[in-house]
C-alpha cells in the first residue's frame, strides 16, 4: 500500500472491515456511534479511499456499495513496519524495549510475548 490511511479515513475503513458491502449511508450510521459526522463528511472520506485504491464501490441500483480491497490484517502488518523501519531502524527488540520503558506492557502482555517468542525458538 503506497498511500497513507488517515485517521478519519482508519475510522471508515474499520466500519468496512466490520461489515461489506455496505452503502455510504450504512457506514455513517455506523461512524456515528463515536464521530458526529454528517453523509456528505463520510461520502468525502469514502471518495478519498477509492482514490488510494484501498476499497471498491460496486453500483446497485442508484446507490454504490462499498467493499474493503486490502485485508485489516495486511494494512496493519504494513503500518507496523512502516513505524518500524522510521522510528526504530527496522528493528523491533527496540520498539519492545522503548514500552517496557513507560511501563505500557502489561504482565499479561510480557507473558504473550514470551510464549510467542518460545514459538519462534522452536
Do not use: H
Request: proline content about 2%; charged content about 30%.
Amino acid at each position: 500500500m503506497s498511500e497513507k490511511i488517515s485517521e478519519a479515513e482508519l475510522v471508515v475503513m474499520e466500519a468496512l472491515w466490520e461489515a461489506s458491502p455496505q452503502t455510504a449511508s450504512d457506514v455513517a450510521d455506523r461512524v456515528t456511534a463515536t464521530r458526529d459526522w454528517s453523509l456528505q463528511t463520510v461520502k468525502t472520506l469514502l471518495s478519498r479511499l477509492m482514490a488510494k485504491d484501498v476499497i471498491a464501490a460496486d453500483q446497485d441500483g442508484r446507490r454504490f456499495l462499498y467493499r474493503p480491497v486490502i485485508a485489516r490484517d495486511d494494512y496493519v502488518a504494513s503500518e507496523t513496519g512502516r513505524m518500524v523501519s522510521r522510528l526504530f531502524g527496522g528493528r523491533v527488540s527496540p520498539l519492545v524495549a522503548q514500552l517496557a520503558s513507560q511501563d505500557q506492557l502489561s504482565a499479561d502482555d510480557i507473558a504473550e510475548l514470551e510464549e510467542i517468542l518460545k514459538g519462534l525458538k522452536s
